[in-house]
C-alpha cells in the first residue's frame, strides 16, 4: 500500500505544479497520471490476501511481488507470511487459513495423488528452477575429497557424484554409524534430487510401503526430515552428515565452516522445476479474476528477478527479517549468479537460480508428472498406475489454462512480450540431462519408471 501512495502522492504533485505553472500543462498533467500504470485491473472477488512461504531464497517472487507493487497494481492487498514448516504450509492452505502459499512442487501432487493429507490443490504458476544443493559436514567431505577427481590446478571436477561417497558410507557402517542425511519433506523435491543422485551411484536410499511412510527400508542412507533454516545447525550438532536444501543453507554451512556443498540439483536435473505457488481448486472457482491477477503480479516479479541488474536489490529485499532475514553475504553467493562450494571455491553459476527464463514460470504436465515418477519409484504411490493415470492426475493439478490467461493479458498491456507465452501442450521435449544421463520422457511415464536399477517396477 504503501508504494501505492508514494506513487499516487508523486503523481499528484507533479500534477499540481504544472498547473500552477500554467494552463497549457494542464493536458501533459493528466497523460501522466493516465499512464503511471499500464495494469488492467480485473473484477477482483477478494482483495485481501494471505499468503504463506517458508524462508528460503526461492520464495522471492512473492517477496518482489509486493514490494515492488505488482500485487497493488493488480487491485490486491497481500500480506505475506512465515510459516514454521512445510506441513503447517500444507495444513494452513488446506484449511483456509492462507488463500495461497509457496510451496513444494510435490505437496499439491501428492495431495491429489494418494499420498499423505488429501486435498484438490492447483497450482498456475512454478516459483523457480534449480537452487537446491547437496552438502555434507567437514568430516564426510575430507574422506570423500581422495576420491573425486581434480583439474590440473587441484580443485575438485564438478559435477561431484555420489560414487566419491559410497566407500565413506561403507567406512561409517564398519564402524557402527548409520549413515544420516537430511532433506525438507517426504515429497520435497530435494528428497528426490538426494534419492536420484545416491541410486545414480548404487547406494540405495530407502523405500516406502503402506505400511512404513518413513521411506528407510533396504536404505544405505537413512533420510530424515529437518525445517530447511534448522539444517546447518543439525549438520553442525552431528544429528546429520549432511542434507539436500535450498539456499541459503547450503551457503550457510559455506559461511559458518561447517560443511562443503558438493553438488548442487542444476547438475542433478538441469533446469529442473522446484517451488510452485498454490491454492486450493475451491479458492480458484470462487475467485476465478482473483487467482489470474495473483497469476499476473507472480510472472511480472519473476521476469524482474531474472534481470541481472536487479540481483542485488533481491538480495536486500530477502535480507529483511520478515522475508529470509539471511545475511546479505550469504544470499548473494548464489542470487548473483556464483556458488561457493569449498571454502574460497567460488564458481560462476548464472542459472543457479532461474525465476523467469526459460519458460520458468510456466506449470509444465512433464514437470508434475516426474514428481509422480518418482512417487511411483520410491513406494509412496503403492500400486502400479496406468500411464493414462498419470496425465489425468497432473491435469487436475498444474493449471497452464489460468498461467496463459495471466500471460496473455501482461502482452496486452506491454508488460512481457509476446514471445514470452510458450507454443506448447504441456510437456516439455524428452531429456537426458541429468546426472547419470538417463533420459526422461513424460509421455512415457512407466518406461522412465522402469529404466532405474534401484525402486519399484510396472508393467505396461
Known sequence: ??????????????????????????????????????????????????FGFIKLTDMAPLAIAKEKGFFEDEGLFVSVEAQSNWKNVLDRVIDGQLDGSHMLAGQPIAAGAGFGRQAKLVTPFSMDLNGNGITVSNDVWSKMKPNVPKDGAGKPIHPIKADALKPVITEYKNSGKAFKMGMVFPVSTHNYEIRYWLAAAGIHPGMYTKENVQGQIDAEVLLSVTPPPQMPATLEAGTIYGYCVGEPWNQQAVFK??????????????????????????????????????????????????????????????????????PEAVLANSMTGTFEFEKGDKREMEDFNVFYKYNATY?????????????????????????DWYTSTIKDIYRPDIWKKAATLLVEEGNIPATDIPATDGYKPATADFIDGTTYDAKDPIGYINSFKIGNKDKK
Open 257 to 326: 565452516g561447517i560443511g562443503v556443498p558438493v553438488v548442487t540439483n542444476y547438475d542433478i536435473w538441469k533446469n529442473n522445476p522446484e517451488k510452485v505457488f498454490v491454492m486450493t481448486e475451491k479458492f480458484v472457482k470462487e475467485n476465478p479474476n482473483t487467482a489470474i491477477a495473483v497469476t499476473k503480479a507472480l510472472i511480472r516479479a519473476g521476469k524482474w528477478l531474472d534481470k541481472p541488474e536487479n540481483r542485488k536489490e533481491a538480495v536486500k529485499i530477502l535480507s529483511m527479517s520478515q522475508y529470509v532475514g539471511a
Open 1 to 50: 500500500m504503501k508504494s501505492l501512495i508514494k506513487k499516487s502522492t508523486l503523481v499528484l504533485s507533479t500534477a499540481l505544479l504544472l498547473v500552477a505553472c500554467g494552463g497549457k500543462e494542464t493536458k501533459k498533467a493528466t497523460t501522466a497520471v493516465q499512464t503511471t500504470s499500464k495494469t488492467k485491473q480485473l473484477n477482483i472477488e477478494k482483495p485481501q490476501l494471505t
Open 363 to 387: 506449470p509444465f504436465y512433464s514437470d508434475g508428472i516426474w514428481f509422480l515418477t518418482q512417487m511411483r519409484r520410491w513406494g509412496q504411490i503403492p500400486d502400479a498406475k496406468s500411464a
